[in-house]
């Protein structure tokens, strides 16, 4: 049984650029939350989709968007990238609020 | 403002030494959580607790939830080198049940 698939495992872009970050949850979790994890920090809460709607967001920007498609996979976005992006993004896919985390996307931002 | 907050932020100790990790909040939980975290991973769940006052144990890893579910404790008895990780409480927050985590402590258990 897959846990929760994230890609790309590490990414590098510019200032100013855009990304897309994608995760397929765990087998039978319908719930997909994204994290940002700062280097030696607690990870940071973004926003939570469920049934292909955003349900909860943290406090990030507009800049930060995602998206859950049928299968319940998701995506990722992030605009106008600055270097204060650089961060681990974790997806966590869930059923009924039992958690289970991806290894993350290390992003990094010059 | 973290709504969970952890001490100490780094702590390095020989193995064999027993420790605890310290999780505290101004608010109360209807549960927390304790994750470990390796390098270049994402947060493993070790323990949920959920009644006020209860104890688990892991092994070598005791976890309590405080009376009045406001905080939480973790101790590592006869520490050894892998358990070095950063230990990450967490706990439900807002009407999605996100979890919401503390700063983190970085272990370091050394042979």
């Known amino acids: 049984d897959a846990g929760v698939t994230q890609s790309p495992t590490h990414l590098i872009k510019t200032r100013g650029q855009q990304v897309t970050l994608r995760c397929s949850p765990k087998?039978?979790?319908?719930?997909v939350s994204w994290y940002q994890q700062a280097l030696g920090q607690g990870p940071q809460f973004i926003f939570q989709?469920?049934?292909?709607?955003?349900?909860q967001r943290g406090n990030f920007p507009d800049r930060f968007s995602g998206h859950q498609f049928p299968n319940y996979s998701s995506e990722l976005n992030v605009n106008a990238l600055l270097l204060g992006d650089s961060a681990l993004y974790l997806c966590?896919?869930?059923?009924?609020?039992?958690?289970?985390f991806g290894s993350g996307t290390r992003l990094t931002v010059v | 403002t973290q709504l969970l907050e952890q001490s100490p932020q780094f702590l390095s100790i020989q193995e064999g030494e027993n420790l605890t990790v310290y999780c505290n909040s101004s608010?109360?939980?209807?549960?927390l959580q304790w994750y470990r975290q390796e390098p270049g991973e994402g947060p493993v769940l070790l323990v949920t607790?959920?009644?006020?006052?209860e104890v688990k144990k892991l092994k070598r890893l005791t976890f309590q939830f405080g009376d009045a579910r406001k905080d939480s404790s973790l101790h590592i008895t006869a520490a050894q080198p892998g358990d070095t990780g950063l230990y990450l409480c967490?706990?439900?927050?807002?009407?999605?049940?996100?979890?919401?985590f503390g700063s983190g402590t970085q272990l370091t258990v050394l042979p």
């Open positions: 966590a896919s869930s059923l009924d609020f039992g958690y289970t």
């Open positions: 087998s039978g979790h319908d719930t």
């Open positions: 989709y469920y049934e292909e709607e955003e349900r």
């Open positions: 608010s109360v939980f209807s549960s």
């Open positions: 607790v959920v009644t006020g006052g």
């Open positions: 967490a706990g439900p927050v807002g009407s999605a049940r996100q979890l919401t």
